[in-house]
């Protein structure tokens, strides 16, 4: 069983759609987030929930608005996408509180190219 | 503030050979040190950590190494296969909040047979 599981795993659309994708975790943490890895590789947090909670808003554009229907799935909306939006996008997950520092366990990503 | 440095971004060596790739934080109170392995298309896997309260942790092929005093943590690899060819990551949480984990840049490791 995938621990962290992402969809779609690619993703090719038009600049100026608005698209979704999709995570959920079977591990019962109570964490969960979103990165972005750039074409250089870099990982960078996004957004973090904690029990449904948004605990982590890094600067991020407002077209990028993450929805945790409960602690197991943080899915991701992105409106107007933009050619600087391609990417790959991580979704992880962690147990215990905001605090802990816990080990995280990634999602296969989700790859997103803009045309 | 929040920074990781990650040296080398690239590391060369021969099959069987050691290597060893160093990450500064800047976050004196930061008290958990992730290694993340991530091969060409695939997820990041976390491979060691090391937690502050500890100076070296080893698991087979793999140590860890931290010095608080400096803010420095090391990743060892011994008798490097070409199977540990890879992207690797340090990490270390910002104390500012809420187990938000501060990646350095990777270091793409290959191993020559």
């Known amino acids: 069983d995938t621990a962290v599981s992402q969809t779609p795993k690619y993703l090719v659309t038009q600049m100026g759609n608005d698209k979704s994708i999709k995570c959920e975790q079977n591990?019962?943490?109570?964490?969960m987030y979103w990165y972005k890895q750039d074409s250089k590789k870099f990982l960078k947090i996004m957004f973090s929930?904690?029990?449904?909670?948004?605990?982590i808003n890094e600067t991020v554009p407002n077209r990028f608005s993450p929805k945790s229907p409960d602690k197991a799935h943080l899915n991701l909306h992105i409106n107007s996408l933009e050619l600087g939006d391609s990417a790959v996008y991580f979704c992880a997950s962690s147990q215990g509180t905001a605090y802990s520092n816990q080990p995280q366990h990634f999602g296969d990503g989700t790859r997103l190219s803009i045309l | 503030g929040e920074n990781v440095e990650q040296h080398p971004s690239t590391l060369s060596v021969q099959e069987g050979d050691s290597a060893v790739i160093k990450c500064t934080y800047s976050d004196s109170a930061s008290n958990y040190f992730p290694w993340y392995k991530q091969e060409l298309g695939k997820r990041p896997q976390l491979i060691i950590d090391?937690?502050?309260?500890?100076g070296e942790k080893k698991d087979q092929r793999i140590a860890v190494t931290l010095n608080k005093t400096a803010k420095h943590f090391s990743l060892h690899i011994t008798e490097t296969q070409p199977e540990d060819s890879a992207v690797y990551f340090c990490?270390?949480?910002?104390?500012?909040?809420?187990?938000?984990?501060?990646f350095g840049a990777g270091t793409r490791l290959a191993v020559h047979p």
């Open positions: 591990l019962g943490h109570d964490t």
């Open positions: 929930y904690n029990n449904k909670e948004l605990i």
């Open positions: 090391i937690r502050s309260n500890v």
């Open positions: 990490a270390a949480p910002f104390s500012g909040g809420y187990n938000k984990l501060i």
